[in-house]
């Protein structure tokens, strides 16, 4: 005797896989007549033992489904080459073939439905070649990748029927579990033309579940059942069953010897021996049931053996070939070598050459850049120094020519003038000596920024003392602007760490601009305490400042009114000292009645 695999492989690959025949024209092939001439003559050629006529009636017959347009048909003749060679135990081809479909089932535009094909077919390499477990891994995915598609209807139920199989014997719980989800699959196209015999099918495979597990009262029901489905007419997959629980039928009916010779007529050798066990068992013939299962066991030890020799012995000509090859690509690879070499030192020649000129036009191009950029800082420092000088001059030169001219007057011995007018002209005089004063002030507070080290001279300082006077001065010379001071600390703790002279010159520079761009309204000085920053903020109801000017607000000789006195240089010792400092100085774009400016400063500075 020998393990006929033919007959269970064209049956599973046949009639699980496409349900629908393999050889009748699909629905997409326009020539019927071709189409059966080639399809029966790729079919016809694994009768024979020649593999290269298999394979040329394959391609010729895809070749011809491919021009019309036919994917059934095209992944029909990938099926052919996979059967043909599980047929002949050629496992190693035959997972060959099962990778390529599987790659051509990615690449090929439009297979989006036939993509199940792929894992279903590596399900059988495996489960022939004993693999079960990985078996059982693509059936799944098979099932994944059908689900959704135009054979979902047709097709499913016999996936899951072939995982119930492949469990069948080692796991009758998980192979019922299977067949419980081929039943819902079913269930979902009951107007199917297949549904009738799915069921059959399904219910005669609870039917060998059941007689395996010992459970002879389900087993009459289910068997019942599937006759009563059609299961009496054999078909296809639905016949394999029905015969397979036709013969336990007898055994429960108490013919269990007429059973024992009717397994002789089971194709598969392996299905022949464990049948005969069952039988043995369900008898109470134990010993003859391990001794079945023992002859089986050395059995496909003998099969496993003799494809081991095969596929050794198909080894062996390919490393005969491969010598052949590695002695013919060791000479190739001798000469390629010294040809590559010698491509190499002219590459690397030219690659030299190419880099020193790459080099030097890259530090060409370099020394371009730096220099435009220092031209371009002189320009902007020579025509920041020709405006700074211009501004400095109309700054001094306005209250010079005042304060002189008021000079000229009091010298002058033939005029006379009243308490008052005196008082005018004094005060006149020193408000524009106090212009020069403060325009000096912020020059040399300035030019001294960047020498000057604001964090070596900390002290504890009192904000809202200092606020203070500054709002009484401001004060005493405005009458027209309400100036008022509001400390919003929650316990009137105003204290805080940094430079004193600092922080008083840059809320002076604050307050000195809302005064200048104020006419009417008021200007507040608000003192927050948020940890870890103490907040000034100085608001004013004067003409704001646009969205375009707040851009460049805090830059060096930035003014946002030309006509007004200034060097356009406080805000920008103001912003410079506060980041010195460790703190901010912003302008508040939501206030829009004036101009807001906040400065925070750190309540305590961090030791470096």
């Not at 080459?81 to 089932?105: E, S």
């Not at 009717?262 to 069952?278: G, Q």
């Not at 009192?462 to 400390?487: E, F, G, M, P, W």
Request: aromatic share 8%; hydrophobic share 40%.
């Amino acid at each position: 005797m020998s393990f006929n695999y033919r007959q269970i492989i064209v049956v599973i690959v046949l009639a699980i896989i496409m349900p629908t025949s393999l050889f009748a024209q699909t629905s997409l092939c326009k020539d019927t007549a071709e189409h059966r001439r080639l399809s029966e003559a790729m079919w016809s050629a694994t009768s024979g033992n020649e593999p290269s006529k298999v394979y040329q009636a394959a391609q010729t017959f895809q070749k011809h489904a491919d021009e019309e347009g036919d994917l059934e048909a095209h992944y029909n003749a990938w099926m052919c080459g996979i059967a043909y060679n599980l047929d002949r135990m050629n496992i190693r081809d035959a997972y060959h073939i099962a990778v390529a479909l599987k790659n051509d089932l990615k690449n090929i535009t439009g297979g989006k439905d036939e993509q199940y094909l792929g894992p279903c077919m590596m399900a059988q390499v495996y489960n022939v070649c004993g693999n079960v477990s990985g078996a059982i891994e693509e059936f799944k995915e098979s099932i994944n990748l059908i689900k959704g598609t135009r054979y979902e209807e047709t097709t499913v139920h016999s996936l899951y029927m072939g995982l119930a199989h492949l469990t069948l014997t080692s796991n009758p719980d998980q192979s019922l579990y299977w067949i419980e989800e081929c039943v819902k699959g079913l269930n979902r196209f009951k107007d199917s033309p297949v549904y009738n015999k799915g069921m059959a099918a399904a219910c005669a495979f609870k039917s060998l579940i059941y007689f395996k597990k010992g459970d002879y009262d389900n087993y009459r029901y289910w068997y019942d059942m599937a006759t009563a489905n059609g299961g009496d007419k054999p078909n296809g997959y639905t016949g394999v069953f029905m015969g397979y629980t036709d013969i336990y039928k007898k055994a429960v009916d108490g013919h269990v010897e007429e059973a024992l010779a009717a397994t002789d007529s089971v194709h598969s050798l392996k299905e022949r021996y464990i049948m005969k066990s069952d039988l043995y068992m369900y008898a109470g013939e134990t010993e003859k049931a391990y001794e079945t299962q023992r002859e089986l066991m050395l059995l496909s030890d003998s099969i496993a053996g003799a494809m081991l020799a095969d596929n050794i012995g198909q080894m062996e000509q390919e490393m005969q070939m491969m010598k052949h090859q590695q002695e013919v690509a060791r000479v190739t690879t001798i000469i390629l070598t010294i040809c590559v070499i010698l491509a190499i030192i002219i590459i690397a020649l030219l690659f030299r050459n190419l880099f020193i000129r790459w080099r030097y036009n890259q530090k060409l191009k370099e020394t371009n850049v730096e220099l435009e950029a220092a031209n371009k800082l002189v320009t902007e420092a020579d025509q920041q120094k020709t405006e700074f000088i211009h501004n400095l001059s109309h700054e001094i030169r306005t209250p010079l020519n005042i304060i002189n001219g008021f000079a000229q007057i009091l010298t002058d011995e033939d005029n006379s003038f009243e308490p008052e007018e005196r008082q005018l002209i004094a005060t006149t005089i020193e408000e524009n000596t106090h212009q020069i004063t403060s325009l000096v002030n912020n020059m040399v507070a300035l030019s001294d920024y960047n020498a000057k080290d604001l964090l070596q001279d900390l002290s504890e300082v009192d904000s809202l003392s200092v606020c203070y006077n500054l709002i009484q001065t401001l004060k005493s010379d405005n009458n027209h602007v309400q100036i008022r001071l509001a400390d919003k600390t929650p316990d009137g703790d105003t204290t805080l760490e940094t430079n004193a002279e600092a922080l008083e010159q840059m809320l002076n520079c604050l307050l000195e601009n809302a005064v200048k761009f104020t006419e009417k309204g008021h200007i507040l000085l608000e003192i927050r305490r948020e940890q870890p920053m103490m907040q000034f903020t100085v608001e004013d109801t004067g003409c704001g400042i646009s969205e375009e000017d707040a851009k460049h607000i805090f830059e060096r000789y930035m003014k946002v009114n030309e006509f007004k006195e200034g060097l356009g240089l406080g805000l920008a010792y103001c912003h410079e000292t506060a980041q010195k400092l460790g703190g901010t100085l912003t302008l508040d774009p939501a206030y829009k009645q004036g101009a807001r400016f906040i400065l925070k400063l750190p309540i305590k500075q961090l030791k470096s």
